[in-house]
């Protein structure tokens, strides 16, 4: 094949990768040169694989131009230029790839918007699942069909995790977008007030509201990022920081920040209390760095992907995630089995042996479900039973697991004994996502669950019964095994004022039906004048 060798610069000697060889490319004579999309003598940079190399030259620049007039779907446009043209075709095949992924994926869902029996397990095996807020769709109520599919295709995306895939897809074709809480620099956190705040970790007045607003909604992966370095877990265990960083990412992303409560704050707030717990004297001079990466680590995720709804309402409704947990445990058993998703997702324990990795998720997954809080009873016994009998050996491993169990259920139920201004919040949102559930329920004509009837229970009933038969045995229990610490003592007395406070607002809300929003000070709480507070 002749080479035209007096027409082609040397920068224009095209070579195939795939071949190994190279191509000198000329210029069909019965082309017009002057093109503006080729320009004089220049070809655009396509390779020749599936085009026959054996063509004679013009025969295959042929070829070439009507393969890529028929990519373009049309003539070639004067108003394009060479470099455009690239760019729109490769954002128009990224696009119909977006597109048939969705196509596919619709083909997976039954009438009704829910997974075909035949397609949830291989969703299932092949990624962790982001599942969808409780909505129409997984309700099975006696709904018109067009209401039940009212936006339904617009959800399928949340349902299947097609967010994450397209988003890993253009990852791995170099394509980052450029999102407000995309791959955030640690360092940037650590400016200003967020890094004095962060000086102060580990007090028990710590706000997390304010620090999640000075990292910009970041909280749980600023904070988190700042204790690894602060126990020393990076270097301990070689933890690539950039995985470690996508991993703690995607559990911050996979909290809805639309739940009042259960949200990444929630989660950064949990992992700030269980630190806490983690310097008490008693249990810190005995945990390795193993017991602290657990810790921390479930505290983390402890409530990742939640519905903002409860295990009774996934019951009631025949949800699929109690359908596949067996009506038992059936939101911490999720959120256990997403975290371990993501870790594999992230590879963030992959250069770690087999058998260790494991282990950990498994250890994970037994202080994630501790967090039951239909298993108070059962923990709040055994630990009852070890400080009466005196038996707690922290140098034993299972037993060090044990109390990393009960500190992490007193982080998750810890804003009773936080100040006040802290508490209150808390209070209320959790109070607000009672009744969001209340209403879902109502509007189907459900029952309605237990504390989430908003005419009938006030947020002073909901607290005072929270307090009295969950918060405090709990945590008089905890300060017998702290023997007690200075933190401990603190903790109780917030409880105590708390409890107080709680006690005069419920009282003025049964004595005035007329007043909103009542003063702390005013009304005298049920039974006279109340506690005696440290």
Known sequence: MPVLEGLWGPDLRMRDSGLGVGVDVGVCPDEDSSSPVWGPLRTPPVTCGGLSLALELPALIRQLRAAWRARRGGPRGSERSEASSWVEADKEEE??????????????????????????????????????????????????????????????????????????????????????????????????????????????????FLFDRLTNGNSLVTLMCHLFNVYGLVQHFQLDMVKLHRFLGMVQEDYHSQNPYHNAVHAADVTQAMYCYLKEPK?????????????????????????????????????????????????????????????????????????????????????????????????????????????????????????????????????????????????????????????????FDLEISPLCNQQADSVPAIQMGFISFIVEPLFEEWQRFTEPSLLSQTMMGHLHKNKVRWSRLRYAQTTSDTQTHPSDDEPEPEGGGGENIP
């Open 95 to 208: 696009t119909e790839e977006v597109k048939q992924d969705v196509e596919d994926t619709s083909t997976h869902m039954e009438d009704d918007g829910t997974l075909s029996t035949g397609h949830a397990d291989v969703l299932l095996a092949e990624r962790r699942g982001s599942y969808p807020l409780i909505d129409l769709r997984v309700l099975k109520t006696s709904l018109q069909r067009g209401e039940v599919e009212s936006g339904t295709r617009k959800k399928v995306k949340r349902l299947l995790s097609f967010q994450r895939y397209c988003h890993a897809s253009r990852l791995l074709r170099g394509l980052v977008p450029h999102t407000p809480g995309s791959l955030h620099l640690l360092d940037d956190d650590y400016l200003g007030q967020a890094a004095h705040m962060l000086s102060k970790v580990g007090t028990w007045n710590f706000d997390i």
């Open 283 to 443: 249990l810190a001079e005995q945990l390795s760095p193993l017991d602290v990466f657990l810790g921390l680590m479930a505290a983390a995720a402890h409530d990742v992907d939640h519905p903002g709804v409860n295990q009774p309402f996934l019951i009631k409704t025949r949800h699929h995630l109690a359908s596949l947990y067996q009506n038992t445990s059936v939101l911490e058993s999720h959120h256990w089995r997403s975290t371990v998703g993501m870790l594999r997702e992230s590879g963030l324990l992959s250069h770690l042996p087999a058998d260790m990795s494991q282990d950990m998720e498994q250890q994970l997954g037994s202080l994630i479900l501790a967090t039951d809080i239909s298993r108070q009873n059962e923990f709040l016994l055994t630990l009852r039973e070890h400080l009466d009998n005196q038996d707690l050996d922290l140098q034993l491993a299972s037993h060090r697991h044990f109390m990393l169990q009960i500190a992490l259920k007193c982080a998750d139920i810890c804003n009773p004994c936080r100040v006040w201004e802290l508490s209150r919040q808390w209070s209320e949102r959790v109070c607000e996502e009672f009744y969001r559930q209340g209403d879902l329920e109502r509007k």
